[in-house]
């Protein structure tokens, strides 16, 4: 991972010894042993697999209004129905899946990278970078969390950047927090004292002794914030923030459709629901599987 | 022996359910304790002691099952009965004393409470003489004071009075059959001998038996009535704790008595007989013995803390509020010469790991002087001190082999990481050569420098925490507690390993330990400290033949006798 520049190719740290199974193995070990994991996981390459080549693959055009059609139940044509322009709803679920998952990737990247950085370094160092860290947690953790990310977006503007930079800061106690409890249990740790006395600064300790080492509970975290991520971004578009009609979306989607659940047209937010629904479920679930597949501890 | 024994264990097996397939921890062995008899499993890790106990208790892991066999215990088989009687015998009859008494107390109730649920438990006792029973079984493990120690938390406890408490819980039913698990293992040696002597006392006024499971030879000798040695899973040998040091019949028995340290004996006795090498020939340069140039010299070391941090509560209430910093090093001034061994002895809190934490630069000193081969090192922070070129001269064992590891990194990767800071490279070396000849030096295997901590034995992670030491070749090595977490076996090997290297490299030592048996077969000279201060120091052999300060003396004599020496 963040290896020096000298090292020689030679001594290039191999990722499992001779005699340990290889990841391979291992996830096979982990599913079987827990298969609601290997559910997540199946699910996980389902979504993945609709946001790379949904718009390749949907029947119809997700935008394309045919009023003939519209307001049709789940027929054999249209399998999820169609909506009050009569567009396909399918074709706009598996669309909508790429700008979903764009925005909880994303915003999950940046945070875990900031929120991540921040809270090592504060439980690491301590002092002033420690107290600086937790009064700003402690300033978003201050705000109902859904009101912050539509007032950020209210204040910067309402565009798919901003739903990722407020998602970002909503969730970046959670990874300070994390990091900064795990950076500090580690840093009197006996490996930390003997790479000090190898020579390595306390930048390099940080990045090369502390960092590998919580990286298991952060890809926990991630995974778990990444359905928070989906939700939030689907919520803030719901209330009319951020994403615009007529770009498919689950959050737009199930907006659209609320108005006609009481006439009886329940399939417009159903299947856009339901679409969220598991990719949260997805994300949560998989939290676990990740954690058990790349701690080093449970492969023996 | 005695007709009808107390527990006869019969055939016990013991299986693990593991991924790699089912693991049998305990092969059908057979144990007797009779009425009144105190009686010692002795062996090294994974011999299958602690797994005996548990299964008595019924208290084994998820993954542990009883395979086959009967333990009678006063008839009542226990093997087979159901978990609601089980419970009933637990704390009752039978009652465990573990290894870590700290973790046993639960840290948030008082300890009197923590008697008093045990007594409830078993309906001994009514909710208004509670109090008083918790009392009374405090006074009789010798806990001073027991009325106001009633109400005092685990965390206000040292880890003596700790141990006291859990053995105050284990009899407070009065139990035919106390099982003491490794029960003075992380106890100073003075500790352990009023702890062991206070279990020995108690069992026997009150006629009870007891299994004294423990790694320590000298434990055994000093206590149990007979001894059980067990080898992977399997009895090898049992006789009376008199005959078995004075004639061990089995090879293993042998070879662990061996490798005991004891008064007179040389580092490579403790070797087995079939594999001692010669001692290498120290290298030509090295000074004689008599003119050891010093090349680190202390002088008036003091580290302060301050009293917030290091005054645990019970201290402060003792002593009233003092805005007084604690001294945990006070005024030290002693040298190592070149080439030599100095070992540093006491007891936990004495100051020991605070003095080799400074003199290896990783805390700064309050004040005083470190002078390494001519220079102050107390000028350079220790913040600083990674960029110091002395950083290479000084290096450190450290005591965890398992916690001084990266988790995440090989073998290999951690000898490494000196010397990618340090490149100390011959021409067209690299550094993974460099490596398999570090590993070739502290005897590690070279397929195992592709593994991981967690794939490594407690010796072998040792060896790597040496070659990382050594792969700077530094002047002087701050051994902290090298082999405390190891058995005794591979002590044995691993000493005679840093003895080796020390002749080999011209290296000097400072040894830290607690173990004086340990120190005074390795050191030329030998340190003792207590709260801070050096209460002796001189040539090893004659601190151990006649000490002279009387903490020395008794720290001596605490020492349970090692079984050759009875």
Redesign the interface.
Known sequence: MSE?S???P??R??QQ????PGLWTHGV?IIAENPVTGLAFGLFTLIVFAALFGPMIAPFDPLASNTAEALKGPTRVHWFGTDQLGRDIFSRVLVATRLDFTIAIASVALVFFLGGLAGVTAGYFGGWVDKLVGRIADTIMAFPLFVLAMGIVAALGNSVTNIIIATAIINFPLYARVARAEANVRRE???V??????????WRLLLT?IV??IMPIMAVQMSLTMGYAILNAAGLSFIGLGVRPPTPEWGIMVAEGASFIVSGEWWIAFFPGLALMIAVFCFNLLGDGVRDLID??RR? | MIPSPLLAIRNLTVEFATRRGTVTAVKAIDIDVGKGETVAIVGESGSGKSVTSYALMRILDRAGRIASGSMIFSGLELARMPETEMRNLRGRELSMIFQNPRAALNPIRKIGHQIEDVLRQHALVGATQAQQKAIEALANVRIARPEERYHAYPFELSGGMCQRVVIALALACRPQLLIADEPTTGLDVTTQKAVMDLVSELTRERAMSSILITHDLGLAAAYADRVVVMEKGDVVETADANTIFRTPLHAYTRKLMRATPRPGCQLRDLLPEETISPVPSPVANQPSKQQHAPILRVENLIKEYPKAKSAGGLLSLLGGKSEEPFRAVNAISFCVGRGESVGLVGESGCGKSTTSLMVTRLIDATSGRIEFDGTDLTQIPARQFAASPFRARIQMVFQDPTDSLNPRFTAARAIADPLLRFPRLKPGESIRQRCEKLAGQVGLPLDLLDRFPHQLSGGQKARVGIARAIALEPDLIILDEPTAALDVSVQAIVLNLLQDLKQKLGMSYLFVSHDLHVVGLMCDRLIVMRGGEIVEQGNSADILANPRHEYTQALIAAIPAPPASR
């Open positions: 020096s000298g090292v020689q030679a001594l740290v191999r010894a001779p005699s340990s070990h740790a006996g490996f004292q003997a790479a000090r006395l190898a020579g390595n600064s306390e002794q590998p080492n080093p501890q023996t």
